[in-house]
């Protein structure tokens, strides 16, 4: 069962337990913790597979064709010897498309960025010795929301209990870096919940934007809680179905009570139709329906 109050969901419209297969095949320390079938979502069938990434949950939801995958969010992934750097990167990098080659940088002894085969992408590095998370979700700030990485940061924060920013993982863009870039976030690291997340500014000329094929699923205990982090986060009215929201930054949020995954995880498929068929209509979750179908 998932520990972890807040984790990625990754949109796939191929074979996701292939997939997920392949990411626990690549990864150390991986598994897969469970698998969910829906059927009749708008979709058609609906998979999802949740497992743990070298330390890291994540969901796979495999529902049919929507947008592209992009490297708005990508996940950083920080070993410690560059033997293992080497290992992981040229496992990923079957049939991926190279962003940054595997190089040395001034920033790390031993650093590239791909996208991977199936389109998620990734930044390996060396750790150079800091103790930091091994796979954290990083977003990348361009275009219409360029220069908005440290208010998003800051709000999550103010958001989420047991967040905080990472104060010596903070770096600016200086002087040298040009006009349009100086003060803005070059790397900064944060907490949420408890997680490590990385928030990046880039006034480079990047032909993407965050969108819902990558989202993350912020768990809940009570309603009171889910109502509380709708209110805070959902900017975007007409973007609100079935638990899913988008904030102001255009980052796709799923609010999601605990209780709801339990009955995903142990439900029979005749609960699981029901509960499906109760939530699909519904903006913001409300538990006790969920509960009373059930």
């Known amino acids: ?30 598994f897969i913790d469970y698998t969910t079938t829906l059927t009749d979502t708008p979709s058609g069938e609906t998979t999802i597979v949740t497992l743990s990434l ?7 939801l495999g529902s049919g064709k929507m947008k592209d995958r992009n490297p708005s969010i990508s996940y950083m992934v920080t070993l410690p010897t560059a033997e293992e750097v080497e290992t992981l990167w040229h496992k990923l990098a079957e049939g991926a498309d190279v962003l940054m080659p595997l190089d040395t940088y001034d ?47 800051n709000d999550w924060v103010s958001i989420f209990p047991d967040s905080y920013v990472l104060e010596d993982h903070l770096i600016r863009y200086e002087a040298a870096d ?8 070059n790397y900064a690291r ?48 007409e973007a609100e179905q079935c638990g899913w929201l988008k904030d102001r930054y255009g980052v796709s949020w ?8 339990e009955m995903m995880m142990t439900g029979t498929p005749e609960q699981l139709a029901r509960v499906t068929q109760a939530f699909l209509p519904m903006k913001k979750i409300d538990m006790a329906t969920l509960r009373n179908v059930y």
């Open 1 to 30: 069962m998932i520990t972890q109050p807040i984790i990625p969901c990754i949109w796939f419209e191929q074979d996701v337990e292939a997939i997920a297969e392949w990411y626990v095949s690549v990864f150390p320390d991986s």
């Open 107 to 153: 920033f790390s002894e031993r650093y590239g960025w791909l996208k991977d085969k199936h389109g998620v992408s990734w930044q390996i590095m060396h750790s150079g010795g800091m103790d930091i998370q091994t796979v954290t979700p990083c977003f990348l700030f361009v275009g219409d929301v360029f220069g908005q990485a440290e208010a998003a940061m």
């Open 178 to 185: 040009g006009p349009e870039v100086e003060g803005k976030l």
């Open 254 to 261: 799923q609010i999601v009570p605990w209780e709801m995954e």
């Open 54 to 60: 070298s330390g890291q949950f994540f969901q796979l």
């Open 190 to 237: 944060f907490v949420l919940s408890g997680r490590e997340f990385v928030a990046m500014d880039s006034a480079e000329n990047h032909q993407f934007a965050f969108n819902e094929m990558q989202s993350l699923i912020g768990f809940c205990e009570t309603q009171d809680e889910i109502d509380d982090y709708w209110k805070k986060l959902s900017a975007v009215p």
